[in-house]
């Protein structure tokens, strides 16, 4: 259901870019050529042509001009502004689309994530592993805002904005695993700053 609202969408922004297109080209091309009488098929210097006309004639041809330029511009902003509508809804519904997916492999991520935090951090009790993976999820939860909304505002396709964030932490959910499973003191501080008290100790020594 989803796929096929997708492709409607399709159709009607087809359908305004058609639009658009043949209005260009039968009422502004078309109101230009009828003024001018015949279209040129040889170079025409503007400036020599509006240079041949007398005041009255040339007045005209300024007005009609800005007449058309108000036209296109006008018809051109109503076209943007309902195809960024659409566009805003298409958005909306891929993303959907994805979302329904991508949840599920988000559930395999965050498990990878969180699961060897409670072998990789030794102190704190079951605390500390608790406040570790809560903060990683809050880091999932604001990637995929992030991306969802650079995704609805167009900067990137919505496949690519709903499945960044996994793309992110999978990686991470592996090297996690990795380190538990080769029992790493990754969070463990005084295997970090054991080097340090050594060197200090030696000189004080």
């Given at each position: 259901q989803i796929d096929r609202e997708i492709d409607t969408f399709t159709?009607?922004?087809?359908?305004?870019?058609?639009?658009?297109?043949?209005?260009s080209r039968s009422y502004f091309f078309?109101?230009?050529?009828?003024?001018?009488?015949?279209?040129?098929?040889?170079?025409?210097?503007?400036?020599?042509?509006?240079?041949?006309?007398?005041?009255?004639a040339f007045n005209k041809s300024v007005d009609n001009s800005l007449n058309i330029?108000?036209?296109?511009?006008?018809f051109i902003d109503s076209v943007i502004d309902s195809t960024k509508m659409e566009k805003l809804s298409q958005a909306q519904y891929q993303i959907g689309f994805h979302e329904k997916?991508?949840?599920?492999?988000?559930?395999?991520?965050?498990?990878?994530?969180?699961?060897p935090l409670g072998a990789i951090i030794r102190k704190g009790g079951m605390g500390m592993p608790v406040v570790m993976a809560v903060m990683f999820f809050l880091a999932f939860f604001i990637f995929t805002e992030t991306f969802k909304t650079l995704a609805v505002e167009g900067v990137m396709e919505a496949w690519l904005g709903m499945w960044m964030p996994l793309f992110i932490f999978l990686p991470i959910g592996f090297f996690l695993t990795y380190k538990a499973a080769k029992d790493s003191a990754l969070f463990d501080m005084d295997a970090y700053l054991a080097p340090f008290k050594k060197l200090f100790g030696k000189k004080n020594k």
């Open positions: 159709v009607k922004l087809d359908r305004k870019y058609k639009g658009l297109m043949d209005q078309y109101r230009t050529i009828t003024y001018v009488g015949k279209p040129h098929k040889d170079y025409v210097n503007t400036r020599e042509f509006y240079g041949k006309l007398d005041v009255a330029a108000r036209s296109s511009s006008a997916i991508n949840v599920s492999f988000a559930c395999l991520v965050l498990f990878f994530v969180g699961a």
